[in-house]
């Protein structure tokens, strides 16, 4: 990712840490972390892209995961995190970068992120990350969204990529070495709200699975 668009995908989140719990009920709901909750397998689970936690707190208090890792790199969303969870005996939060997870090759059981990949410039670093710190017969589960036009995802929202091709992202997993991969619908982002105005969207969320070889 380049310097400048990386550092203005951490001011957006710097700036909305504090009330992104709020935007993202507007945009997307509950069903996209449950659907790739149960995908993941159960073990030692990695969150990248962690955010305030709507993944991770379902994740924390899921018994088929007796340990969670988070990784994000805005230190507000961290700090909201932290607090939230205080003493969480079960839970790992560190500051770093998707493109460059500070973790050793097979550790996690899962790697899972939710909404993140159309931040990274370069998403097949990102995935080829996520692929590298999963233990083989592990799996990697992500959320996106399908191709769509609304430009000003791209300087409201942050977003580098206005979604993905699913054969493009088929292509990516393949080369991270991650098989059997399926890609489903399972939700749509219908509205979002930039600055108190609501904008109109309508982009369908998919959730993309596979097995790490
Ligand atoms: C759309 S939010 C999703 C948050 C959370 N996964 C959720 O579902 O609520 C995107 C998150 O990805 C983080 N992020 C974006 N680019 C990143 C990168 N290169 N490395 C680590 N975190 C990143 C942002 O700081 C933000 O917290």
């Keep these: ?11 957006y989140y710097g700036v909305h840490a504090g009330d ?5 009920r507007t945009y997307y709901s509950d069903a996209v972390s449950d659907a790739i909750l149960a995908r993941a397998r159960p073990g030692r689970l990695l969150d990248v892209g962690c955010g ?11 018994p088929r ?11 507000s969303m961290l700090t909201l995190l932290r607090a939230r969870h205080e003493n969480g005996h079960k839970l790992d939060l560190r500051l770093a970068d998707a493109r460059k997870l500070p973790f050793r ?7 899972v992120s939710d909404m993140v990949l159309h931040h990274l410039a370069e998403p097949w670093n990102g995935l080829a990350e996520m692929a590298r710190v999963t233990a083989p017969g592990g799996r990697v589960v992500l959320s996106d969204l399908r191709p769509h036009a609304h430009e000003f995802f791209r300087e409201d929202l ?12 088929r292509r990516w997993m393949a080369e991270a070495g991650l098989a059997n991969a399926q890609v489903e619908d399972v939700a749509s982002l219908r509205a979002t709200v930039v600055n108190g105005q609501l904008k109109h969207a309508d982009v369908r969320v998919f959730v993309a699975s596979a097995d790490r070889l």
């Design 158 to 169: 942050a977003d580098a990529w206005l979604g993905f091709d699913e054969g493009e992202l």
């Design 52 to 62: 305030p936690g709507f993944l991770l707190t379902k994740a924390l208090a899921d």
């Design 1 to 11: 990712m380049s310097g400048l668009l990386m550092g203005s995908t951490r001011a």
């Design 105 to 111: 090759d097979a550790h996690f059981d899962s790697a």
């Design 65 to 75: 995961f007796p340990r969670v890792t988070g990784v994000d790199f805005s230190n």
């Design 20 to 24: 992104w719990a709020e935007l993202r």
